[in-house]
């Protein structure tokens, strides 16, 4: 009972009043004189983020009875359920929690996706590649996630301080996911093919040996079978890098911008901010293991179950939610300073300019509304909002074009 109200009064309640606040916000913000985007696309752009924030009130409404039925009712009944030895019985019951989690939410992203994307112009895919991509996604799920689970299983159940081994096992599997993702997992929902714009990709590679990066090449993903939105980005760790541009991209901004979106990236390269990242994700997650292994007998009790394998990674996977809400105002604190800092890095490789255009044409194209409640972007914004980027490059005369 004391986890549940803890539960909603720090986590789901403060998450539906920054939705509050946000879609309060917006709706003051669009009364006011546009900026930035022109009068149509502002109100679309607010209307929009206003549908998206209740969108995320009613899902959190779901994880609210989802957390009451887990803990007074459903965590019992699924251990009743299943027999099978312990190992066995963990992989079930925790993929068996992870699916039930997934369909709960499932009617909210396919209303996100073929509605409210749909409506506003962005969803382009249609019902099949949506359950395309969520039977692929839940594929993963059952084979890779199952493996996963297995193995973080075996680790509690057989290695004395697992807390230890778990932790490097999280290492090994953070690096390895970024390693193996641009090569393995990506390729199941995009195709990505070599550039063939010999010009900007002479380009690219003069940037590239400018700052000393290596990659397997430049790539175009097919972004557009899904959506209208612009992006690039790189991928992977190693000599598995790639730099990957968005079809979309190509069509809207001229070369030059390009380059600046792909110097800002690089400066990330520089900075080392996915390593940084990385210690931070690695840091939440140390914390994560320590909070588990000192839960008390109460709570496992409050659930009607014992404290075992299983029980203790469902534990985890609860917490996870309400620590990380709290977690990224570190995050995205740390996110906002690293892209200022990339920001003036690809100023520095083309011009200020450059990216400044870019990142109007991006804000533009992605439908994106300039500002949100201070609040708000605190723990939802990993990037600052435009207009504050636009007054570091120096260049906020810009906006008023």
């Not at 839940?138 to 193995?151: N, T």
């Not at 469902?314 to 570190?330: D, E, N, Q, T």
Request: glycine share 6%; with cysteine; aromatic share 14%.
């Amino acid at each position: 009972m004391v986890f549940v109200v803890c539960y909603i009064l720090f986590f789901s309640v403060p998450k539906f009043t920054l939705s509050l606040l946000q879609i309060n916000f917006l709706k003051q913000e669009r009364r006011k004189t546009p900026y930035i985007l022109e009068s149509q696309a502002f109100l679309k752009a607010a209307d929009y983020a206003s549908v998206r924030e209740r969108i995320a009130m009613a899902s959190i409404l779901v994880d609210m009875l989802l957390i009451i039925f887990w803990i007074f009712f459903g965590l019992s009944a699924l251990d009743s359920a299943l027999e099978f030895s312990p190992l066995i019985k963990s992989v079930v019951f925790v993929l068996c929690f992870l699916v039930v989690g997934i369909l709960a939410n499932l009617p909210f992203e396919a209303y996100q996706t073929l509605v409210t994307d749909k409506k506003f112009g962005f969803a382009k895919g249609g019902v099949k590649l949506f359950i395309l991509d969520n039977l692929k996604s839940f594929a993963l799920l059952l084979v890779v996630g199952g493996i996963l689970i297995l193995i973080f299983s075996w680790i509690i159940l057989e290695v004395q301080f697992w807390e230890v081994y778990a932790f490097v096992f999280g290492v090994v599997l953070i690096v390895g996911v970024n390693f193996l993702y641009p090569l393995l997992i990506a390729p199941m929902f995009n195709q990505f093919t070599p550039l063939r714009n010999t010009e900007l990709k002479d380009e690219i590679n003069h940037l590239l040996k400018r700052v000393g990066f290596q990659s397997k090449g430049v790539f175009v993903m097919d972004a557009s079978k899904r959506d209208g939105r612009l992006n690039a980005y790189f991928a992977g760790l190693g000599r598995a890098k790639r730099v990957i541009l968005f079809d979309t991209l190509l069509d809207k901004i001229p070369h030059p911008s390009i380059l600046a979106v792909l110097g800002h990236e690089l400066g990330h390269f520089k900075h080392y901010d996915i390593y940084k990242m990385m210690v931070l994700v690695l840091g939440f997650f140390g914390a994560l293991l320590f909070m588990v292994t000192n839960l008390p007998e109460s709570l496992f009790s409050s659930a009607n179950v014992e404290r075992n394998v299983h029980t203790l990674i469902v534990f985890l996977l609860l917490l996870s939610a309400p620590i990380g809400f709290y977690f990224m105002l570190l995050v995205n604190w740390k996110s906002c300073q690293n892209e200022f800092a990339a920001d003036r890095f690809g100023a520095s490789l083309t011009s200020a300019e450059s990216l400044a255009n870019a990142l109007l044409v991006l804000v533009k194209e992605n439908n994106s509304f300039p500002l949100a409640h201070p609040l708000y972007m605190r723990f939802f914004y990993s990037h600052p909002p435009l207009m504050a980027r636009l007054l570091a490059l120096g260049c906020q005369d810009l906006a008023k074009r």
